[in-house]
């Protein structure tokens, strides 16, 4: 059973992924805002990061800058899943690689299944060790 | 029914009602987006919830109906007419109105009416609108808090020097500030987080229900009532209503 780090602010988004992760059955820790996930990821590494851009108090990119900062966390995968559209992030294909990010998905147009398609997808490529031959 | 605006060399500007129209639709993404995943989850096995869906839609239909009546009276389409108004009815009735979605979000809706105050001159329905819309912005940003206390929400109404305050509060003390709330007019419907510390949402109800407060005379204001902080209007007793209690 992978375990998930789900770093959302809104409960009832939250509730929902949650719900449709552990169907699928992954293990999620839900976290609202960034100081709490720092602190749970220092518990517990999870194999994979779902991210949220809106969070209260921080951003999603300055919490990336954070863990990427400490070594035993820069291999962890993030999966973007945002309200933020792609077009709005003015993020290279080289920052996404350096941050780590391995999938986007826009919210609104993200259904379960695809979040569940790009999760285990990751932890396929994640676990096969394939990390560098990143996708974006 | 939204407004452009050409400056001198041309460019369009938002008008504030293109602004807050906006926000909306950004803020309305998310009911969708719960009732969408929602259906989701039922085809998937899970037990499905009538009262969230039915609390979601509504929710979202009252926030457009505000938008609407925001509009209709900005644009002259509709004259207020003012009438005496019991301000505590008024939250109590708004209060009922967010009771399920506080519950969805996790969140306790509570009431503090201070003292005796006599009615305000005000609109009704804008008035309802008004507290409405900001408490359900409130609950939305504030319900993904951990402590139980900071995911209170407060409607209340006390009398100061001033006239009547009413208005929604939490107890998210870094979030809601005098600066923070002058930055966020500046910034509707053109950042996605109006007031980042205070939550992740455009907070469009809190926009809309400044509208409908301009239109009868008051405005939103950062306000502090006891340990909470938040965003209130003050009304001023109407003198003649004051000399019949008497």
Known sequence: MSKILL?????????DYIKALELANHSVIWQSDAQSAIHSIDKQIPDVILLELQIRNHNGIEFLHEIRS??????????????????????????????????????????????????????????????????? | MSKMIVSENG?????????????????????????????????????????RIETLAGMALELIDGFLLSQQISLGQ?????????VSSVLQESANKLQNIAREYNCEVQLHLGGKYNSVMAHRESLEAAITSL??????????????????????????????????????????????FNQAKELYGKARQTVPSLG???????????MLLRAMSSRLRFSKHRQYRGLAATFSPNRQLELISV
């Open chain 2, 135 to 180: 408490g359900y912005s409130l609950i939305e940003s504030q319900g993904g808090q951990q402590k139980k206390q900071d995911r209170e929400i407060i409607l209340a109404a006390y009398r100061n020097g001033y006239g009547v305050i009413a208005g929604a509060y939490c107890k998210n003390s870094e979030g809601i500030s005098k600066d923070a």
């Open chain 2, 78 to 86: 509709l004259d207020l007419a003012l009438e005496p108004v019991s």
């Open chain 2, 200 to 210: 992740h949402t455009p907070n469009a109800g809190i926009f809309i229900a400044d």
């Open chain 1, 7 to 15: 770093l959302e602010p809104d409960r009832l988004l939250a509730n």
């Open chain 1, 70 to 136: 400490y070594t035993e966390w820069q291999e962890i995968p993030v999966i973007l899943l945002s309200m933020v559209p792609k077009q709005m992030l003015a993020l290279s294909p080289s920052i996404f690689k350096r941050l780590g990010i391995v999938d986007y998905l826009y919210k609104p147009q993200t259904k379960l299944k695809h979040l569940i398609y790009s999760v285990e997808k990751t932890l396929q490529i994640s676990t096969g060790n394939l990390r560098e031959s990143n996708r974006y």
């Open chain 2, 11 to 51: 460019d369009f500007m938002a008008s504030d009602n293109y602004r807050l129209l906006e926000a909306l639709a950004e803020q309305l993404k998310l009911p969708f987006m719960h009732i969408s995943q929602h259906a989701e989850l039922i085809k998937k096995g899970v037990e499905p919830s009538f009262d």
